[in-house]
């Protein structure tokens, strides 16, 4: 009965603060957010991230068993009861050639992911994550009612700016087949909504009224994730981890809402209820058609000791499209290396011996391409960090394992060429990881 509490209680908790953190409509402060379905979320928990993000070829590590639902194959080698959740944090700074630095800070919720072994080859996942993030705010001025050309008066203020998110609550099954060979897939739910806000304004022409036109994306659909793993045994204690993850490229709806409508400003420069509605329109659903993903992955594993490796992965989202319409953006792709270390996890007298240390590198191609029409000139957004970790054992019990993990990706995104916008950020990542005996009957005495 009281494991049964526990997970109960455990399950209550999550909730609460899942449903909190779902009330935040910006997440991010990036102006490559406004393209596509916004900033892309990697599916990796801080125990990966803090080694490069590596995810296809990784299941358990370090004397722990981890939730991996990049890879549901990993499932299947999760042996105990598993319960993982997280916080999320971002500093960034924004540079531009010829305007000042802007910094920003979010913070949010990660992750809830629950995991239970069905038998001894085989367990059971479900949970919860962001998938993409939308937020920024930006303004630009011309002169001249607009025309640009020389005037200090009647200048006009386009500014733009936008907010939401999609959530990814999945449902999966991993199994092995002779302790050698793993398969997995997810079911997952994408949701949420997106918001974007275009406005016109003349802040010096006494008598003008202002227009905005609001566009909406209510998102929700299912799709279908799978993977695969291989080991490969060099001795009792060291082997080789092949592995495979990708993502189909399903539909899911979308309903989009068009508002257009006038407004002004009071003597305090507060702005009024909007005075008149051009345009308000309610489309019928349409389709989202995702890209088609796929990651390839190798790592080389030292019992509780070492993990290293690797991994490319690819998405065709030069093919997403939304009510059959193409977007417009390019293939993805990156690579991720990085490890962890742990000097020796069983010790009794030195805890820092038992701690996981970690490092790694990420590139990212994201399928932002933006075209400078002054000169005609196409610009891949790209993505660099090095990221380090540390996973911080708690004091265990007979059944019982904790550990506490602790992760920080350092990067820039995007360039100070052809009057783009440079991102310098800093995401840290904070969870919980518990690995117990549940759902056992205890035999008498114990």
């Known amino acids: 009965m009281i494991k049964y509490t526990r997970l109960f209680i455990t399950v209550i908790l999550a909730t609460i603060v899942y449903q909190v953190s779902a009330q935040s409509t910006a ?8 393209f596509g379905l916004g900033e892309l979320v990697p599916q990796a928990l801080p125990q990966n991230i803090g080694m490069g993000g590596i995810t296809t070829a990784t299941n358990q590590f370090g004397g722990y068993f981890n939730i991996n639902p990049a890879n549901p194959a ?4 999760i042996g105990l009861t598993t319960v993982d959740v997280g916080l999320y944090g971002q500093t960034i700074t924004l540079s531009q050639n010829g305007q000042p630095n802007q910094s920003n800070g979010n913070f949010r919720f990660s992750h809830i992911a629950f995991a239970f072994p069905l038998s001894k080859h085989s367990a059971f996942s479900f949970g919860a994550m962001p998938y993409s993030q939308m937020g920024y705010n930006y303004k630009v001025t011309k002169s001249n009612f607009g025309t640009g050309l020389p005037a200090d008066t009647n200048a ?7 907010d939401g998110g999609l959530t990814k609550a999945y449902i999966g099954y991993g199994f092995n087949i002779g302790n ?10 994408i949701f949420g909504k997106l918001h974007q806000y ?21 998102i929700g659909g299912v799709s279908y994730d799978y993977g695969a793993q291989y080991v490969i045994d060099l001795s009792n204690t060291k082997h080789i981890t092949l592995g495979y993850s990708g993502s189909l490229n399903n539909s899911i709806n979308s309903q989009y809402t068009n508002l257009v409508y006038q407004y002004n400003y009071d003597d305090s420069g507060n702005q009024n209820t909007p005075l008149d509605t051009l345009q308000s329109t309610k489309n019928p659903k349409n389709k989202i ?9 190798l790592t080389y594993m030292q019992d509780n000791k070492l993990v290293v490796g690797g991994q490319y992965s690819m998405g065709k989202w030069s093919q997403f499209t939304i009510g059959g319409v193409n977007q ?5 792709k990156s690579f991720n290396v990085g490890g962890q270390f742990t000097p020796k996890y069983d010790a009794l007298n030195n805890y820092w011996a038992t701690v996981g240390y970690q490092l790694g590198f990420e590139y990212n191609q994201t399928y932002v391409n933006v075209n400078d029409p002054t000169t005609n000139n196409t610009t891949n957004i790209k993505n660099y960090a090095v990221t380090v970790g540390m996973g911080l054992p708690l004091r265990p019990n007979f059944t019982s394992f904790y550990r506490v993990n602790l992760a920080a990706e350092i990067g820039r995104e995007g360039t100070l060429q052809n009057s783009l916008v440079r991102e310098t950020y800093v995401n840290f990542h904070l969870s919980f990881t518990m690995n117990d005996r549940w759902f056992v009957k205890q035999k008498l005495g114990e």
């Open 27 to 34: 997440t991010t402060s990036s102006p490559y957010s406004q």
């Open 74 to 77: 990993s499932y299947g080698a």
């Open 156 to 162: 006009v203020n386009y500014l733009y700016n936008g």
């Open 180 to 189: 050698h060979f793993f398969v997995g897939g997810n079911i997952s739910y």
């Open 198 to 218: 275009a406005s016109t304004e003349i802040p010096n022409l006494p008598g003008t009224l202002d227009s905005r036109i609001e566009n909406s994306y209510a």
């Open 289 to 297: 058609k995702l890209p088609l993903m796929n990651s390839f992955g």
């Open 328 to 332: 417009g953006l390019q293939d993805s």
